[in-house]
Structures are given as structure tokens and as C-alpha cells.
């Protein structure tokens, strides 16, 4: 018989990482060719070392076999492993929740942009000039807009300026809200503005008190939850150890 396997290659992030069998590890991950996907990876007790690229975030660009099954990774290179988000738990259970809304997505969607977005979002919990709530307020707003449930009017549609966020409405009036939504100040829309207006790490470059930050970052992951109707375990956790360390 012929070998009907070819090769194709893949710029992936690995979301999640589960033994599969004896050796193997199953990766799901999201890749810039053709998004959220499953791969194998074989031979993992062997050499653990030189599988670095099936670890949880790192981005690699990898050589596939693609046959009947599941497409098996034959090589890789790891393009950057995201290191520092392991040496801090609050960078670190971000990026596991980024991961967990992620892989909410169906198999073979998600484009790049989710890609960029998750990418941009792991690249700044690694530095330190943008404050980890605002790179998870403004990754769960660009997440929905992608998925394309993010508010697109940041006014009453009667014309008159939004006091409530309706998550099933968008932005209202007190009197259009009609006791539906959560009170919101103009700072709030303005943020929630500027996030959905601009694309790459300007999304993330708006200035906010504390404060007002935690409380819009409430909002987000409860928009979130509402639209995709899940809710995260890693979220959960995040929240769990932000309360015990500094609350
Ligand atoms: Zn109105």
C-alpha cells in the first residue's frame, strides 16, 4: 500500500498537554495555520528534555505528519517556551485561564488574531509595565469581541449617554435598562472602548485607578461566563489565591 502521510508545518501554542498511552503526550493546541487543533507527541519518557515545546505555553513551530489519525508531531522548534509566567503564581494562573477560555473554541476555528491576542496577553504577564488585571480585563474583552459578543455602541440607543451594562442589551440609559444590567461610570466605558478600538498591545494601554479596575474586571469575566455559559475552574483558582494573598 502507499503511504498516503504528508507533512505539513505549524506555528502552534500548546493549550493543554495530556499523557496519551504509553509515551505520548496529546496536545491540544492553537496554531496560526489552522487553529485549534490536536497534535501527538510520541517518545515523550524517553527524551523529556528535548520535548520542552510540548510543555503548557510554549509556542513552537512544528513539522507534522498528517495521515489518518492524529496528525503526529514529527519535529519542532520551540519558538519561545514563555518561561516567567512559572514564576509567579498570579502571572501563572492567568495564563491557565487564558488557556481554559481558549479552548472553549471549537476544533479548526479560532484565527490568528486569537492567536495574537493570547500571544500579546502571555508576553506582557512576562514583563512587568502592564499590571496583570489589566492584561486579564482587556485579553477577556478582546477574546469576546473576536468571538464577536463584545458591545459595539458605547451609547443608549436612544441617543443618550449609557449609565448600565446590560450583558444581553449592551450599554443603556437607566431608563432603557429598565433595571437590567450593572451600573457603570463614564471611566468604565471609556476603558471598554479604547480595548475594543485598538489592536496588539495598545488594547492594553489605558490608564484606570485601581479601583475601577478591579470592578470592570468583574465585569469582564462575568461577561465572559455569561456569553460563553461556562464558568472556569482556573478562574476560580486565580481568584481563590488573589483573596488569600492580598484580601
Ligand atoms: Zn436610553
Given amino acids: 500500500m502507499m503511504n498516503s502521510t504528508i507533512s505539513k508545518e505549524i506555528n502552534a501554542l500548546v493549550l493543554k498537554s495530556v499523557p496519551y498511552k504509553e509515551s505520548s503526550l496529546l496536545l491540544t493546541v492553537l496554531t496560526k495555520e489552522s487553529g485549534k487543533q490536536n497534535v501527538l507527541c510520541r517518545g515523550v519518557k524517553r527524551c523529556k528534555k528535548e520535548k520542552l515545546f510540548a510543555e503548557k505555553f510554549a509556542y513552537s513551530k512544528m513539522r507534522l505528519y498528517v495521515g489518518r489519525g492524529i496528525p503526529v508531531v514529527d519535529d519542532a522548534e520551540l519558538t519561545e517556551p514563555f518561561y516567567a509566567l512559572r514564576q509567579d503564581i498570579e502571572k501563572l494562573s492567568l495564563a491557565e485561564y487564558f488557556c481554559e477560555v481558549v479552548l472553549c473554541i471549537p476544533f479548526g476555528s479560532g484565527d490568528d488574531k486569537i492567536l495574537s491576542l ?58 432603557c435598562a429598565k433595571g437590567d444590567g450593572v451600573y457603570v461610570s463614564q471611566a468604565i466605558i471609556n476603558a471598554v472602548r479604547h ?14 485607578n485601581e479601583e475601577a479596575l478591579s470592578y470592570l474586571s468583574k465585569i469582564t469575566e462575568k461577561y465572559l461566563q455569561y456569553h460563553l455559559d461556562t464558568k472556569f475552574d482556573t478562574l476560580e483558582y486565580y481568584k481563590k489565591f488573589m483573596e488569600a494573598d492580598f484580601g
Fill in 118 to 175: 493570547l500571544l500579546n496577553s502571555f508576553w506582557l504577564l512576562c514583563g512587568s509595565e502592564v499590571s496583570p488585571l489589566v492584561v486579564k480585563t482587556a485579553f477577556e474583552l478582546k477574546f469576546a469581541q473576536h468571538e464577536g459578543f463584545a458591545p459595539m455602541d458605547f451609547d443608549c440607543s436612544c441617543g443618550k449617554p449609557a449609565e448600565k451594562w446590560s450583558f444581553s442589551r449592551g450599554f443603556l440609559c437607566d431608563d
Fill in 195 to 208: 480595548i475594543l478600538s485598538y489592536d496588539g498591545r495598545r488594547a492594553y494601554s489605558f490608564e484606570m
